[in-house]
């Protein structure tokens, strides 16, 4: 396994010294393939339609929160890691592969909206706890390149009330949510990236950007596509520079 802990100083300089409009070419395809409230069953379901048959060189997979938190979709833990393995499986059969664990929340939101957790703060953390230590061991045992993103982005402030936290909540959307990022958060997420293709597949031609509601952008310009302020998006901006 290959492990890339993107450092924050490369975040706050390299997100913002970037000039997307300057010498873009778009000669690498990025592609945006989250679609919300997405489970790793529901990736199972769509893997061939929406991935495979575009036979991308490079597959980027974030899945696990929908798992973890969704009321009518949260799976076990052995089974959250069998689907998981599933999809590695059948991924690197025809694509490289990165896998991304998933982003830290803010639990007392969560516990708002979630009448599974009985209000208990711990509980949803724990299950994204868990989550993650799946995805880390089944990237050291497929030897899979992994991006730490829960690790990086709690580098960065993790989900918090805050304005500037790169998660929505009540003071930059008006919302408690603490689930997904802004569009700061995305510029983070897509450096992430961007750093490790740069490091793992330099020469790429085309990446899969695959997952739930965090890959797709839920609220941020651009949702579903690779416009806007949305992870593939940036992405698709830097790899094109």
Known sequence: MKLFKTTLLFFLVGCTTLAWGRNYSDSVRVYNAGVNGNSTTNLLTR???????????LVVLMV??????????????????????????????KSDLVLMTIP????????????????????????VDSANQVIRRLAAKN?????????????CGGA???KNSLFQNEANFNIADGIHPTAAGYQVIATA?????KGYKPGVHSVMCFGDSITNGYRITGQG?????????????????
């Not at 893997?47 to 060189?57: A, I, N, Q, T, W």
């Open 143 to 155: 030897k899979c390149t992994l991006i730490d993103l829960n690790a990086i982005l709690t580098a």
């Open 193 to 197: 990236v961007y750093q490790t293709i």
């Open 47 to 57: 893997l061939e339609r929406d991935v495979l048959s575009k036979s991308p060189e």
């Open 225 to 241: 596509t690779t416009e806007g302020d949305v992870y593939p998006a940036v992405l698709k901006r830097m790899l094109n520079l």
């Open 104 to 127: 830290p929340i803010y639990a007392p939101y969560v516990i708002q909206r979630k009448p599974q957790f009985n209000g208990d703060e711990k509980a949803p953390q724990a299950r």
């Open 64 to 93: 696990g929160t929908n798992d973890m938190l969704h009321t009518d979709k949260s799976l076990s833990m052995a089974q959250y890691e069998a689907n998981y393995q599933k999809l590695i499986s059948s991924i690197r059969k």
């Open 160 to 162: 918090n009330t805050d």
